[in-house]
């Protein structure tokens, strides 16, 4: 299994990108895909998740109704759009796949997950 994640770069505060995550040798008939990021000096923090079979998706307050995470099975991709950045958003974003439908309470823990891709830096200038 391979994450390739993209789509970062260089915004202003308002700003919006969109990030792609795609995932080879993954099938997308079960299991949880999840955004992660992590700033300078902070620890990794789950942003965003998807459960690739029925699109089920839980999000981190600190960006909830900011970002959006959604899925095409067809392409083995998941995206992030990500409105409204503010510079606290600044991160390397990454993402992760488990085999496991995720819940609530366990999506945001970083040992549920298999598989972890590269980074993409995203930078939200003031």
């Known amino acids: 299994v391979q994450l390739q994640a993209s789509g970062g770069g260089l915004v202003q505060t308002g700003g919006s990108l969109r990030l792609s995550c795609a995932a080879s040798g993954f099938t997308f008939d079960y299991g949880s895909i999840t955004w992660f990021r992590q700033a300078p000096g902070k620890e990794r923090e789950a942003v965003s998740c998807i459960r690739t079979r029925s699109g089920i998706t839980y999000y981190a307050g600190s960006v909830k109704g900011r970002f959006t995470i959604s899925r095409d099975n067809a392409k083995s991709t998941v995206y992030l759009q990500m409105n409204s950045l503010k510079p606290e958003d600044t991160a390397i974003y990454s993402c992760?796949?488990?085999?496991?439908?995720?819940?609530?309470?366990?999506?945001?823990?970083?040992?549920?997950?298999?598989?972890w891709g590269q980074g993409t830096q995203v930078t939200v200038s003031s």
């Open positions: 992760a796949a488990s085999r496991r439908n995720l819940i609530m309470s366990s999506w945001g823990d970083r040992t549920n997950y298999d598989y």
